[in-house]
């Protein structure tokens, strides 16, 4: 089974390698526009589906695996930021509250229908200082990622604890994929 990683993330290049060495990258530009009003896990599966339909338009005969990731707070999504003030924003709403993570995953078999799935995880952060958030603003970290913090990374230490699934907040969900994997090459 020919795979392609629709996403040029290195952290989902990293954790697809945890299942297999063997696939080829193929970043893609999706529309990542939210439809008003949907669901937000629904929305993160549809542009999962999106970004796996790229990448198989370019590798017809290939097994192709999208991914989406949102952090949501109070029903609405954290994209990413702007700027250093937008993701200082971000990171005050988040402080010494729980939030979820939604990780939409699609794999995409030639001549075939989607398999998707959609992670939940539940992410509380510390109620940390001012001095703390302006000594992860200055990493640079939180400008390139969703809800402007990568748990990865420096954003660990302000992360107090997590309910669900580590590798979803990363942004691909290795044990649900190894199992759509798995059901796909038992029937073929």
């Known amino acids: 089974m020919r795979l392609v990683l629709a996403s040029g993330s290195p952290r989902r290049r990293e954790l697809l390698a945890l299942i297999t060495e063997d696939f080829t990258v193929c970043p893609v530009n999706a529309d990542e526009t939210l439809r008003e009003g949907a669901p937000l896990a629904d929305e993160v599966v549809r542009l999962s589906v999106l970004k796996a339909q ?5 590798h017809p005969d290939a097994v192709c695996i999208g991914s989406d990731t949102m952090v949501t707070i109070d029903g609405l999504p954290l994209g990413k930021p ?4 937008q993701a200082a924003d971000m990171l005050r709403r988040l402080r010494g509250r729980t939030h979820e993570v939604l990780t939409g995953l699609a794999v995409l078999p ?8 959609c992670t939940r995880t539940r992410v509380t952060f510390r ?3 001012d001095d703390e958030l302006a000594a992860y603003l200055a990493t640079g970290e939180p400008l390139d990622k969703a809800g ?3 748990i990865q990374g420096h954003g660990a230490l302000l992360v107090e604890g997590i309910s669900g699934d580590y590798y ?14 798995r059901e796909l090459a038992q029937q073929a």
């Open 54 to 58: 790229a990448a198989q338009r370019i």
């Open 110 to 117: 030639p001549g075939g229908a989607a398999r998707t799935l």
């Open 168 to 181: 979803s907040v990363m942004g691909l969900p290795v044990a649900g994929l190894h199992v759509l994997l």
């Open 148 to 150: 402007a913090y990568g």
């Open 82 to 85: 702007a700027d250093e003030k």
């Open 127 to 129: 109620d940390f200082e």
